[in-house]
Protein backbone atom coordinates (compact mmCIF):
# COMPACT_ATOMS: atom_id res chain seq x y z
CA UNK A 1 0.00 0.00 0.00
CA UNK A 2 1.57 3.37 -1.03
CA UNK A 3 2.25 6.18 1.14
CA UNK A 4 1.71 9.33 -0.60
CA UNK A 5 2.96 12.61 1.19
CA UNK A 6 0.23 14.63 -0.31
CA UNK A 7 -2.64 17.00 1.14
CA UNK A 8 -6.56 16.22 0.14
CA UNK A 9 -7.78 15.28 2.99
CA UNK A 10 -10.43 17.77 3.62
CA UNK A 11 -12.05 16.66 -0.26
CA UNK A 12 -12.59 12.97 1.77
CA UNK A 13 -14.22 14.78 5.18
CA UNK A 14 -16.75 16.89 2.93
CA UNK A 15 -17.27 13.93 1.11
CA UNK A 16 -17.85 12.10 4.60
CA UNK A 17 -20.33 14.67 5.51
CA UNK A 18 -22.45 14.63 2.92
CA UNK A 19 -22.81 10.90 2.97
CA UNK A 20 -23.61 11.19 7.18
CA UNK A 21 -27.58 11.43 5.90
CA UNK A 22 -27.59 8.14 4.22
CA UNK A 23 -25.62 6.12 6.14
CA UNK A 24 -28.20 6.84 9.14
CA UNK A 25 -31.23 5.24 7.22
CA UNK A 26 -30.28 3.14 5.10
CA UNK A 27 -27.72 0.01 4.66
CA UNK A 28 -24.86 1.76 2.70
CA UNK A 29 -21.39 0.60 2.01
CA UNK A 30 -19.38 2.75 4.45
CA UNK A 31 -15.85 2.70 3.47
CA UNK A 32 -12.90 4.33 5.81
CA UNK A 33 -13.19 7.53 4.48
CA UNK A 34 -16.45 8.07 5.45
CA UNK A 35 -16.37 6.47 9.08
CA UNK A 36 -13.32 8.54 9.38
CA UNK A 37 -15.41 11.77 8.10
CA UNK A 38 -18.28 10.70 10.38
CA UNK A 39 -16.35 10.46 13.22
CA UNK A 40 -14.93 14.03 12.75
CA UNK A 41 -18.36 15.29 11.92
CA UNK A 42 -20.03 13.85 15.93
CA UNK A 43 -17.02 14.05 17.92
CA UNK A 44 -18.10 15.33 21.15
CA UNK A 45 -14.54 15.33 22.36
CA UNK A 46 -14.12 17.88 19.01
CA UNK A 47 -17.28 19.99 19.78
CA UNK A 48 -15.61 20.85 23.55
CA UNK A 49 -12.40 21.84 21.80
CA UNK A 50 -14.36 24.27 18.72
CA UNK A 51 -16.23 25.32 21.96
CA UNK A 52 -13.18 26.48 24.15
CA UNK A 53 -11.52 27.88 20.81
CA UNK A 54 -14.57 29.99 20.33
CA UNK A 55 -13.92 31.05 23.94
CA UNK A 56 -10.51 31.83 23.32
CA UNK A 57 -11.09 34.18 20.14
CA UNK A 58 -13.85 35.78 22.74
CA UNK A 59 -11.05 36.35 25.22
CA UNK A 60 -9.30 37.69 22.03
CA UNK A 61 -11.42 40.53 21.30
CA UNK A 62 -12.10 41.61 25.00
CA UNK A 63 -8.32 42.23 24.82
CA UNK A 64 -8.95 44.23 21.57
CA UNK A 65 -11.67 46.52 23.20
CA UNK A 66 -9.21 47.42 26.42
CA UNK A 67 -7.68 49.83 23.87
CA UNK A 68 -10.95 51.51 23.11
CA UNK A 69 -12.14 54.58 25.14
CA UNK A 70 -15.43 53.62 27.27
CA UNK A 71 -18.43 55.84 27.40
CA UNK A 72 -21.06 56.38 29.95
CA UNK A 73 -24.23 58.15 29.70
CA UNK A 74 -25.74 59.17 33.38
CA UNK A 75 -29.56 60.93 33.07
CA UNK A 76 -30.50 62.25 37.28
CA UNK A 77 -34.27 63.44 37.46
CA UNK A 78 -34.37 64.19 40.93
CA UNK A 79 -37.76 66.27 43.16
CA UNK A 80 -37.01 67.93 46.75
CA UNK A 81 -39.50 68.61 49.78
CA UNK A 82 -38.13 71.01 52.13
CA UNK A 83 -38.47 73.85 54.30
CA UNK A 84 -36.41 76.90 53.62
CA UNK A 85 -36.32 80.27 54.81
CA UNK A 86 -37.54 83.26 52.29
CA UNK A 87 -35.64 86.00 52.37
CA UNK A 88 -37.46 88.17 50.67
CA UNK A 89 -40.97 87.60 52.95
CA UNK A 90 -38.98 86.95 55.80
CA UNK A 91 -40.55 83.30 56.09
CA UNK A 92 -39.87 79.54 56.74
CA UNK A 93 -42.25 77.64 53.91
CA UNK A 94 -42.31 74.37 52.78
CA UNK A 95 -40.43 74.45 49.02
CA UNK A 96 -41.08 71.89 46.48
CA UNK A 97 -38.06 71.69 43.40
CA UNK A 98 -37.28 69.22 40.35
CA UNK A 99 -34.13 68.81 39.22
CA UNK A 100 -32.54 67.12 36.23
CA UNK A 101 -28.86 66.25 35.62
CA UNK A 102 -27.29 65.08 32.47
CA UNK A 103 -23.81 63.91 32.76
CA UNK A 104 -21.35 62.10 29.80
CA UNK A 105 -18.10 60.74 30.83
CA UNK A 106 -15.46 58.60 28.85
CA UNK A 107 -11.99 57.43 29.94
CA UNK A 108 -9.14 55.78 27.58
CA UNK A 109 -5.92 54.47 29.12
CA UNK A 110 -2.90 56.16 27.46
CA UNK A 111 -0.52 53.75 29.28
CA UNK A 112 -0.30 51.12 31.42
CA UNK A 113 2.89 49.54 31.38
CA UNK A 114 1.69 48.17 28.70
CA UNK A 115 -0.36 45.58 30.34
CA UNK A 116 -3.16 45.38 27.52
CA UNK A 117 -0.74 44.59 24.55
CA UNK A 118 0.73 41.93 26.76
CA UNK A 119 -2.95 40.66 27.54
CA UNK A 120 -4.41 41.18 24.37
CA UNK A 121 -1.10 39.17 22.91
CA UNK A 122 -1.74 36.14 25.46
CA UNK A 123 -4.87 35.78 24.51
CA UNK A 124 -3.95 35.46 20.76
CA UNK A 125 -1.16 32.92 21.52
CA UNK A 126 -4.34 30.84 23.58
CA UNK A 127 -5.89 31.01 21.30
CA UNK A 128 -3.60 30.13 18.60
CA UNK A 129 -3.08 26.70 20.93
CA UNK A 130 -6.46 26.10 20.90
CA UNK A 131 -6.52 25.89 18.06
CA UNK A 132 -3.37 23.32 17.21
CA UNK A 133 -5.34 21.18 20.09
CA UNK A 134 -8.04 20.95 18.25
CA UNK A 135 -6.38 19.76 14.88
CA UNK A 136 -4.16 17.09 16.76
CA UNK A 137 -7.31 16.35 17.94
CA UNK A 138 -9.48 15.66 14.76
CA UNK A 139 -6.09 13.48 14.29
CA UNK A 140 -6.38 11.51 17.02
CA UNK A 141 -10.06 10.57 16.22
CA UNK A 142 -9.71 9.94 12.45
CA UNK A 143 -6.85 7.55 13.29
CA UNK A 144 -9.12 5.57 16.33
CA UNK A 145 -11.69 5.43 13.95
CA UNK A 146 -9.30 4.27 11.11
CA UNK A 147 -8.03 1.49 13.28
CA UNK A 148 -11.43 0.82 14.35
CA UNK A 149 -12.39 -0.02 10.72
CA UNK A 150 -9.67 -2.00 9.94
CA UNK A 151 -10.24 -4.22 12.68
CA UNK A 152 -13.49 -5.36 11.39
CA UNK A 153 -11.93 -6.42 8.28
CA UNK A 154 -9.28 -8.15 10.35
CA UNK A 155 -11.92 -9.78 12.53
CA UNK A 156 -13.47 -10.51 9.09
CA UNK A 157 -10.90 -12.45 7.84
CA UNK A 158 -10.58 -14.55 10.77
CA UNK A 159 -13.63 -15.49 10.31
CA UNK A 160 -13.13 -16.31 7.02
CA UNK A 161 -10.36 -19.01 8.21
CA UNK A 162 -12.39 -20.68 10.75
CA UNK A 163 -15.27 -21.43 8.34
CA UNK A 164 -12.85 -22.98 5.82
CA UNK A 165 -11.69 -25.59 8.65
CA UNK A 166 -15.05 -26.37 9.49
CA UNK A 167 -15.36 -27.36 6.16
CA UNK A 168 -12.13 -28.67 6.01
CA UNK A 169 -13.26 -30.54 9.30
CA UNK A 170 -16.56 -31.33 8.26
CA UNK A 171 -15.17 -33.39 4.67
CA UNK A 172 -13.34 -35.04 6.65
CA UNK A 173 -16.00 -36.28 9.19
CA UNK A 174 -17.41 -37.79 5.89
CA UNK A 175 -14.09 -39.46 4.94
CA UNK A 176 -13.38 -40.83 8.91
CA UNK A 177 -16.99 -42.14 8.72
CA UNK A 178 -16.63 -43.90 5.48
CA UNK A 179 -13.52 -45.71 6.56
CA UNK A 180 -15.66 -46.61 9.85
CA UNK A 181 -18.04 -48.10 7.62
CA UNK A 182 -15.34 -50.08 5.45
CA UNK A 183 -13.74 -51.16 8.92
CA UNK A 184 -10.37 -49.83 8.58
CA UNK A 185 -10.99 -46.71 11.07
CA UNK A 186 -12.26 -47.22 14.69
CA UNK A 187 -15.31 -45.67 16.33
CA UNK A 188 -13.05 -43.27 18.11
CA UNK A 189 -11.74 -41.93 15.30
CA UNK A 190 -15.33 -40.64 14.31
CA UNK A 191 -16.33 -39.64 17.86
CA UNK A 192 -13.03 -37.81 17.93
CA UNK A 193 -13.39 -36.15 14.92
CA UNK A 194 -17.21 -35.23 15.69
CA UNK A 195 -15.59 -33.15 18.66
CA UNK A 196 -12.79 -32.05 16.92
CA UNK A 197 -15.84 -30.13 14.34
CA UNK A 198 -18.03 -28.90 17.08
CA UNK A 199 -14.42 -26.93 18.33
CA UNK A 200 -13.80 -25.83 15.74
CA UNK A 201 -17.73 -24.47 15.31
CA UNK A 202 -16.98 -22.65 18.69
CA UNK A 203 -13.95 -21.21 17.45
CA UNK A 204 -16.34 -19.50 15.23
CA UNK A 205 -19.22 -18.47 17.21
CA UNK A 206 -15.68 -16.39 19.49
CA UNK A 207 -14.86 -15.19 16.10
CA UNK A 208 -17.86 -14.20 14.97
CA UNK A 209 -18.46 -12.39 18.30
CA UNK A 210 -15.01 -10.34 17.99
CA UNK A 211 -16.15 -9.36 14.88
CA UNK A 212 -19.82 -8.18 16.01
CA UNK A 213 -17.92 -6.25 18.95
CA UNK A 214 -15.78 -4.81 16.73
CA UNK A 215 -18.64 -3.27 14.79
CA UNK A 216 -20.26 -2.32 17.91
CA UNK A 217 -17.06 -0.38 18.64
CA UNK A 218 -17.19 1.42 15.40
CA UNK A 219 -20.60 2.25 15.60
CA UNK A 220 -20.34 3.69 18.96
CA UNK A 221 -17.60 5.85 18.20
CA UNK A 222 -19.57 7.18 15.07
CA UNK A 223 -22.40 7.66 17.45
CA UNK A 224 -24.45 5.32 14.88
CA UNK A 225 -27.61 3.76 16.30
CA UNK A 226 -26.10 0.38 17.13
CA UNK A 227 -29.09 -1.89 15.66
CA UNK A 228 -28.30 0.20 12.44
CA UNK A 229 -27.45 -2.17 9.31
CA UNK A 230 -24.36 -1.28 7.93
CA UNK A 231 -21.98 -3.11 5.59
CA UNK A 232 -18.40 -2.30 5.29
CA UNK A 233 -16.30 -1.73 2.57
CA UNK A 234 -12.55 -2.18 3.04
CA UNK A 235 -9.39 -3.65 2.43
CA UNK A 236 -8.80 -7.74 1.75
CA UNK A 237 -6.15 -9.48 1.85
CA UNK A 238 -5.34 -9.42 -1.81
CA UNK A 239 -5.23 -5.16 -1.05
CA UNK A 240 -2.84 -5.12 1.43
CA UNK A 241 0.55 -4.77 0.90
CA UNK A 242 3.89 -5.16 3.49
CA UNK A 243 6.29 -3.66 1.25
CA UNK A 244 9.10 -2.17 3.89
CA UNK A 245 8.69 1.33 3.54
CA UNK A 246 12.12 1.57 5.05
CA UNK A 247 11.62 4.23 8.06
CA UNK A 248 14.22 5.54 10.13
CA UNK A 249 13.74 7.34 13.51
CA UNK A 250 15.93 10.26 12.95
CA UNK A 251 13.73 11.81 10.14
CA UNK A 252 10.45 10.90 11.86
CA UNK A 253 11.77 12.38 15.31
CA UNK A 254 12.33 15.39 12.90
CA UNK A 255 9.75 15.65 11.29
CA UNK A 256 7.56 15.04 14.18
CA UNK A 257 8.90 18.05 16.49
CA UNK A 258 8.42 20.07 13.23
CA UNK A 259 4.93 19.30 12.01
CA UNK A 260 3.60 17.79 15.91
CA UNK A 261 -0.17 20.12 16.38
CA UNK A 262 0.22 19.23 20.21
CA UNK A 263 3.76 20.59 19.92
CA UNK A 264 3.38 23.70 18.70
CA UNK A 265 0.69 24.33 20.67
CA UNK A 266 2.50 23.91 23.88
CA UNK A 267 5.14 26.34 22.47
CA UNK A 268 2.36 28.79 21.82
CA UNK A 269 1.72 28.52 25.61
CA UNK A 270 4.88 29.00 26.72
CA UNK A 271 4.93 31.78 24.55
CA UNK A 272 1.62 33.09 26.12
CA UNK A 273 3.04 32.66 29.54
CA UNK A 274 5.93 34.91 28.80
CA UNK A 275 3.25 37.90 27.95
CA UNK A 276 2.02 36.98 31.20
CA UNK A 277 5.05 37.82 33.07
CA UNK A 278 5.08 41.03 30.76
CA UNK A 279 1.25 41.87 31.68
CA UNK A 280 1.91 41.23 35.59
CA UNK A 281 5.07 43.54 35.69
CA UNK A 282 3.28 45.81 34.42
CA UNK A 283 2.11 47.25 37.76
CA UNK A 284 5.08 47.93 38.69
CA UNK A 285 5.05 51.04 36.27
CA UNK A 286 2.98 54.07 36.26
CA UNK A 287 -0.29 54.21 34.40
CA UNK A 288 -1.66 57.42 32.53
CA UNK A 289 -5.31 57.98 31.73
CA UNK A 290 -7.03 60.51 29.55
CA UNK A 291 -10.84 61.22 31.00
CA UNK A 292 -13.43 63.57 29.23
CA UNK A 293 -16.39 64.70 30.92
CA UNK A 294 -19.13 66.74 29.55
CA UNK A 295 -22.84 67.50 31.27
CA UNK A 296 -24.99 70.06 32.21
CA UNK A 297 -28.45 70.62 34.52
CA UNK A 298 -31.74 72.19 35.28
CA UNK A 299 -33.40 73.21 38.84
CA UNK A 300 -37.16 74.53 38.78
CA UNK A 301 -35.80 76.88 41.69
CA UNK A 302 -34.07 79.12 38.85
CA UNK A 303 -37.38 80.74 37.95
CA UNK A 304 -36.10 83.02 35.57
CA UNK A 305 -34.63 81.01 32.95
CA UNK A 306 -36.70 78.18 31.65
CA UNK A 307 -35.91 74.49 31.04
CA UNK A 308 -34.28 74.76 27.32
CA UNK A 309 -32.08 77.54 28.58
CA UNK A 310 -30.29 75.98 31.37
CA UNK A 311 -29.69 72.51 29.62
CA UNK A 312 -28.97 74.45 26.92
CA UNK A 313 -27.40 77.69 27.70
CA UNK A 314 -26.81 78.33 31.17
CA UNK A 315 -25.65 75.31 32.33
CA UNK A 316 -23.66 73.29 30.41
CA UNK A 317 -19.97 72.41 31.29
CA UNK A 318 -17.06 70.16 30.08
CA UNK A 319 -13.45 69.25 31.26
CA UNK A 320 -10.41 67.29 30.07
CA UNK A 321 -7.78 65.98 32.02
CA UNK A 322 -5.09 63.35 32.64
CA UNK A 323 -4.55 60.85 35.60
CA UNK A 324 -0.88 59.62 36.46
CA UNK A 325 -0.93 56.84 38.83
CA UNK A 326 2.25 55.97 40.52
CA UNK A 327 2.84 52.68 42.22
CA UNK A 328 4.50 53.77 45.80
CA UNK A 329 3.25 50.29 47.57
CA UNK A 330 0.79 47.68 46.34
CA UNK A 331 1.72 45.35 49.61
CA UNK A 332 3.56 43.29 47.26
CA UNK A 333 0.79 42.26 44.92
CA UNK A 334 2.44 42.65 41.90
CA UNK A 335 6.03 41.00 43.15
CA UNK A 336 3.34 37.99 44.05
CA UNK A 337 1.40 37.93 40.62
CA UNK A 338 4.74 38.14 38.63
CA UNK A 339 6.22 34.89 40.62
CA UNK A 340 3.05 33.05 39.90
CA UNK A 341 3.37 33.71 36.26
CA UNK A 342 6.50 32.69 36.40
CA UNK A 343 6.29 29.29 38.19
CA UNK A 344 3.53 29.11 35.47
CA UNK A 345 5.86 28.97 32.66
CA UNK A 346 8.73 26.58 34.07
CA UNK A 347 5.16 24.46 34.67
CA UNK A 348 4.67 25.15 30.44
CA UNK A 349 8.40 24.22 29.79
CA UNK A 350 8.35 20.96 32.11
CA UNK A 351 5.33 20.13 29.91
CA UNK A 352 7.25 20.62 26.79
CA UNK A 353 10.15 18.79 27.71
CA UNK A 354 7.81 15.62 28.64
CA UNK A 355 6.07 16.12 25.47
CA UNK A 356 9.13 15.97 23.02
CA UNK A 357 10.75 12.93 25.10
CA UNK A 358 7.03 11.87 25.02
CA UNK A 359 6.47 12.07 20.93
CA UNK A 360 10.13 10.61 20.58
CA UNK A 361 9.31 7.61 22.75
CA UNK A 362 5.96 7.11 20.81
CA UNK A 363 7.71 7.01 17.25
CA UNK A 364 10.85 4.47 18.64
CA UNK A 365 7.81 2.29 20.11
CA UNK A 366 5.75 2.60 16.55
CA UNK A 367 8.72 2.18 14.62
CA UNK A 368 10.31 -1.01 16.78
CA UNK A 369 6.28 -2.25 15.84
CA UNK A 370 6.15 -1.83 12.33
CA UNK A 371 9.61 -3.81 12.34
CA UNK A 372 8.52 -6.57 14.55
CA UNK A 373 4.79 -6.29 12.56
CA UNK A 374 6.94 -6.96 9.26
CA UNK A 375 9.29 -9.78 10.66
CA UNK A 376 6.09 -11.86 11.88
CA UNK A 377 4.10 -11.39 8.50
CA UNK A 378 7.46 -12.84 7.14
CA UNK A 379 7.41 -15.87 10.00
CA UNK A 380 3.88 -16.14 9.55
CA UNK A 381 3.31 -16.20 5.63
CA UNK A 382 6.47 -19.17 5.86
CA UNK A 383 4.89 -21.11 8.83
CA UNK A 384 1.29 -21.21 6.91
CA UNK A 385 3.01 -22.18 3.73
CA UNK A 386 4.79 -25.00 5.67
CA UNK A 387 1.70 -25.78 7.71
CA UNK A 388 -0.25 -26.26 4.80
CA UNK A 389 2.22 -28.17 3.19
CA UNK A 390 2.27 -30.44 6.23
CA UNK A 391 -1.20 -30.97 6.10
CA UNK A 392 -1.92 -32.19 3.13
CA UNK A 393 0.97 -34.35 4.04
CA UNK A 394 -0.94 -35.79 6.93
CA UNK A 395 -4.02 -36.12 5.62
CA UNK A 396 -2.47 -38.75 3.01
CA UNK A 397 -0.81 -40.33 5.45
CA UNK A 398 -3.88 -40.26 7.38
CA UNK A 399 -5.48 -41.88 4.53
CA UNK A 400 -3.03 -44.09 3.59
CA UNK A 401 -3.07 -45.55 7.17
CA UNK A 402 0.37 -44.24 8.29
CA UNK A 403 -0.54 -41.66 10.62
CA UNK A 404 -3.11 -41.75 13.54
CA UNK A 405 -6.27 -38.70 14.23
CA UNK A 406 -3.88 -37.47 17.01
CA UNK A 407 -1.41 -36.67 14.94
CA UNK A 408 -3.82 -35.55 11.92
CA UNK A 409 -5.66 -33.53 14.42
CA UNK A 410 -2.25 -31.73 15.75
CA UNK A 411 -1.02 -30.83 12.24
CA UNK A 412 -4.85 -29.29 10.93
CA UNK A 413 -4.60 -26.78 14.29
CA UNK A 414 -1.14 -25.97 13.53
CA UNK A 415 -2.21 -25.53 10.19
CA UNK A 416 -5.15 -23.09 11.38
CA UNK A 417 -3.43 -21.59 13.97
CA UNK A 418 -0.67 -20.37 10.96
CA UNK A 419 -3.33 -19.36 8.73
CA UNK A 420 -4.96 -16.72 11.40
CA UNK A 421 -1.53 -15.36 12.45
CA UNK A 422 -0.89 -14.71 8.91
CA UNK A 423 -3.68 -12.89 9.00
CA UNK A 424 -3.29 -10.62 11.78
CA UNK A 425 0.02 -10.23 11.02
CA UNK A 426 -0.83 -8.90 7.36
CA UNK A 427 -3.26 -6.44 9.25
CA UNK A 428 -0.88 -5.39 11.89
CA UNK A 429 1.47 -4.33 9.51
CA UNK A 430 -1.21 -1.94 8.15
CA UNK A 431 -1.75 -0.45 11.39
CA UNK A 432 1.96 -0.14 12.76
CA UNK A 433 1.98 2.03 8.99
CA UNK A 434 -0.64 4.43 10.05
CA UNK A 435 0.72 4.59 13.78
CA UNK A 436 3.86 5.81 12.88
CA UNK A 437 2.38 8.32 9.80
CA UNK A 438 -0.06 9.48 12.65
CA UNK A 439 2.26 9.93 15.23
CA UNK A 440 5.14 11.73 12.93
CA UNK A 441 2.24 14.40 12.75
CA UNK A 442 1.27 16.87 9.54
CA UNK A 443 -0.45 16.04 7.09
CA UNK A 444 0.97 12.42 5.27
CA UNK A 445 -0.80 10.39 7.55
CA UNK A 446 -3.93 11.69 6.39
CA UNK A 447 -3.34 11.18 2.90
CA UNK A 448 -2.32 7.53 3.51
CA UNK A 449 -6.13 6.99 4.97
CA UNK A 450 -7.06 7.87 1.26
CA UNK A 451 -4.75 5.49 0.32
CA UNK A 452 -6.81 2.48 1.93
CA UNK A 453 -10.09 3.57 0.48
CA UNK A 454 -10.22 0.46 -0.97
Known sequence: MPYLRTKGFSAAVVTGLIYLSAVATSAEDLTIEHAVSIALERSSDLRRLENQVDLNQTAVEQGRARFQPDLNLSISPSERFGRTFDQSIGQVKTQRSESLSL??????????????????????????????????????????????????????ELIAVERENIAAQRQQLDRIQAYWEQGTRSRADVLQQQATLAAAELRLLNAEQRHQLAELRLKETLQIDLASDLTFSGPSLTDLQT??????????????????????????????????????????????????NTGTNYSSLNERDGFGDQLTDLNPSASIGLNLSLPIFDRALTKSQVARSQVQLKNQKIILEDLQRGITFELHQTLLDYRTALKRQAVAAARETAAAEALAAM?????????????????????????????????????????????????????ALQQMNY
Open 243 to 292: KDLNYTPEPLIQDALEQRHDLTGQQLRIAAAQEQIRQARAGLLPQVNLSI
Open 103 to 156: NASSRINLFNGYADQAALAAARLDLQAGQQDLARARHRIAYSAAAQFLSIFSAE
Open 395 to 447: EARYDSGSATFVELSQTRAQYVDARGSWVEALYDVTLAQLAIEYNRGGEAWQA
